[in-house]
């Protein structure tokens, strides 16, 4: 992934293609173009060696997706001066950093990187999943709030459903879910990667990764916070809206590679890695679903607005 994360992103796509062909006896003589494609992009990365600079970049590329959604809802709660939601955020985002590093400690003194990796598949999946679905939520609250009159009424209401202990608590569940389904292809990648430099160069490349991450984090928050309500809204909803359409490409993706789900090709479907976007209903259909919701979220949307302003002032 250090070294090329079209040929990373390829790869993964081309395993699940490969399995999905040789399951098939119609379709297995498609099966070797796949293999000679995995070899071709591979084989130049066989003898690859690393720098600190490479361990740094995993946590950047792998913690970004991570951080726009736990920066998404840090930004929420500070717009609706909530402490509580602030601390559920926080507590749910420390959880799942602790489970992946003691993931990461586990994987070194007890299991083999290979074992691990498959499991890391099955997590990878399912938090995928779960997270998409949950984030569909938020992305249709912050469309729904970027009227700033609406926000406002919500801010006057001291305890509103929206701020209430169950909601928080999702808080903490989606952060943990998200830092999860990232840490431990973190440690994945690390732990591959350890063999091949020294200590001091692997902890000075985790190190400068988690200090970009920490100082994009903060220049999320802040400029968030300066923001006008609508544009902020609707600007984290799409955000939003997008990650949830990438986390269930990628979860159910993950399922295929584990084997709970079968690797089915269909030749007719888009193929776009950097969207998530797979040739398998199993991954496609699901992401239409979702683009449908978000489309009829905003036509409504729009037709109330309109609705709204269609009424004559008493």
């Known amino acids: 992934m250090s070294q090329s994360q079209r040929v990373y992103n390829d790869t993964e796509r081309d395993l699940v293609m490969l399995d999905g062909y040789l399951s098939n006896p119609d379709q297995r003589a498609l099966a070797a173009p796949v293999i000679d494609r995995l070899v071709e992009g591979l084989a130049p990365l066989?003898?690859?060696?690393?720098?600190?600079?490479?361990?740094?970049?995993?946590?950047?590329?792998?913690?970004?997706?991570?951080?726009?959604?736990?920066?998404?809802?840090?930004?929420?709660?500070?717009?609706?001066?909530?402490?509580?939601?602030?601390?559920?955020?926080?507590?749910?985002?420390?959880?799942?950093?602790?489970a992946s590093i003691g993931a990461g400690f586990a994987v070194v003194l007890l299991l083999s990187s290979s074992a691990f990796g498959h499991n890391n598949l099955l997590i990878n999946g399912?938090?995928?999943?779960?997270?998409?679905?949950?984030?569909?939520?938020?992305?249709?609250?912050?469309?729904?709030?970027?009227?700033?009159?609406?926000?406002?009424?919500?801010?006057?209401?001291?305890?509103?459903?929206?701020?209430?202990?169950?909601?928080?608590?999702?808080?903490?569940?989606?952060?943990?879910?998200?830092?999860?389904?990232?840490?431990?292809?973190?440690?994945?990648?690390?732990?591959?990667?350890?063999?091949?430099?020294?200590?001091a160069e692997l902890a000075a490349?985790?190190?400068?990764?988690?200090?970009?991450?920490?100082?994009?984090?903060?220049?999320?928050?802040?400029?968030?916070?300066?923001?006008?309500?609508?544009?902020?809204?609707?600007?984290?909803?799409?955000?939003?809206?997008?990650?949830?359409?990438?986390?269930?490409?990628?979860?159910?993706?993950s399922l295929q590679m584990a084997g709970i789900l079968p690797s089915t090709v269909n030749e007719a479907l888009p193929d776009l890695t950097t969207f998530s976007l797979y040739p398998s209903w199993y991954s496609t259909l699901p992401q239409l679903v979702f683009l449908a919701c978000g489309c009829i979220a905003v036509v409504l949307s729009l037709w109330k607005g309109r609705r709204g302003r269609d009424v004559p002032v008493a």
């Open 46 to 98: 066989a003898d690859a060696q690393y720098s600190w600079w490479d361990a740094a970049l995993i946590p950047i590329r792998e913690g970004l997706e991570a951080l726009l959604v736990v920066g998404a809802l840090l930004m929420y709660a500070k717009r609706a001066g909530s402490r509580k939601a602030k601390l559920w955020v926080a507590g749910g985002s420390a959880a799942g950093l602790l």
């Open 126 to 199: 399912w938090t995928g999943v779960c997270a998409s679905v949950m984030l569909l939520y938020v992305s249709y609250w912050l469309h729904r709030h970027s009227d700033a009159k609406r926000f406002n009424r919500l801010l006057a209401e001291r305890s509103t459903r929206a701020l209430s202990g169950g909601h928080m608590f999702t808080l903490a569940l989606l952060s943990f879910f998200a830092i999860v389904r990232e840490g431990l292809e973190t440690v994945i990648f690390l732990i591959g990667m350890a063999s091949k430099m020294s200590g």
């Open 205 to 253: 490349g985790i190190a400068t990764g988690f200090f970009v991450l920490a100082a994009a984090a903060l220049v999320i928050v802040k400029a968030g916070a300066k923001l006008p309500i609508r544009p902020f809204f609707l600007g984290s909803s799409l955000i939003v809206f997008y990650l949830c359409f990438k986390f269930m490409g990628s979860g159910i993706h």
